[in-house]
């Protein structure tokens, strides 16, 4: 998994902005495009209940909060795809959200076979759906190879006693920040940093699908083999 090291996060902001120039998605593999030829990546919402996933889920399907707390779907899995700019590139976020029910054996592995990230959500005014990260960190790396983790701490509105705090914060990041690709901060309620989210994870999913298939383009040139090249890699090769 790359390591990508983390700004400190900042409220309502993407940290992960990157000055690129995106190619069109035409060298990008099969796999990621759809029929129209735009590369569709699949997200899948995890974290503790409560926490504000189908929340989140609904402000990317069509903007709205509502306080109720059921879930209307009735297949168990709603999926909602949207389309996005980033550079010259169309691109689809495909999001996925279960009601908790990727936490049972019977959902678990379709709901996140195939997800190129994980939004790993906690509610920012209740400790415990925070400190229980790492063990959705765990199931995400087991079940989703390869998937790019985002972390989203969402009920930025509130300010509760239980806080997660800055030093909790701290602590978590010297432990996880390696593996993670975004930190964001929202209000599902008060529509408050979520579509720069969105719009920042696209920007990440493609511009590593993007630099992939550049390596893979590289790699099958024939007569030449990048990875030992002298002056691309900087360094003499030894014999
Ligand atoms: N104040 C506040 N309330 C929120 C926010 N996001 C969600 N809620 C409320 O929190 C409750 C739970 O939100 P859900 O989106 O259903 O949480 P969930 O993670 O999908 O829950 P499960 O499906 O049971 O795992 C609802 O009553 C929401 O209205 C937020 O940003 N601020
Ligand atoms: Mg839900």
């Known amino acids: 998994m790359p390591r990508l090291k983390l ?18 998605p035409s060298s990008l593999p099969p796999s990621l495009r759809m029929a129209s030829g735009v590369p569709n990546y699949k997200i899948i919402l995890c974290g503790e209940y409560g926490v504000g996933k189908s929340s989140i889920f609904r402000r990317f399907l069509n903007n709205t909060f509502t306080t109720e707390n ?11 795809t949207r389309p996005f700019t980033i550079g010259k590139a169309e691109v689809k976020l495909t999001l996925w959200d279960t009601g908790g029910m990727e936490r049972m054996s019977f959902i678990g592995s379709s709901y996140y076979r195939g997800a190129h990230a994980a939004l790993l959500c ?9 400190s229980i990260l790492s ?12 998937a790019k983790i985002f972390l989203c701490g969402n009920f930025a509105d509130g300010e509760g006693k239980d806080k997660v705090e800055e030093a909790d914060m701290d ?14 901060d929202v209000s599902c309620k008060d529509n408050w940093g979520l579509q720069e989210m969105f719009e920042d994870m696209a920007k990440v999913l493609h511009t590593d699908a993007m630099n ?10 024939p007569g030449e083999t990048p990875e030992l090249d002298e002056e691309t890699q900087g360094k003499k090769r030894c014999c």
């Open 135 to 146: 063990q959705y960190i765990l199931d995400i790396v087991m079940n989703a190879e390869g």
């Open 70 to 80: 059921s879930k209307k779907s009735t297949i168990g899995l709603d999926q909602c």
């Open 122 to 130: 906690y509610n920012s005014n209740n400790k415990e759906t925070f």
């Open 212 to 221: 992939r298939a550049t390596i893979r383009r590289d790699l099958i040139r």
């Open 7 to 24: 700004k400190k996060k900042k409220k309502g902001k993407a940290v992960n902005g990157r000055k690129q120039e995106l190619e069109e």
């Open 171 to 184: 602590t978590f990041m010297s432990e996880c920040e390696d593996v993670l690709s975004g930190v964001y």
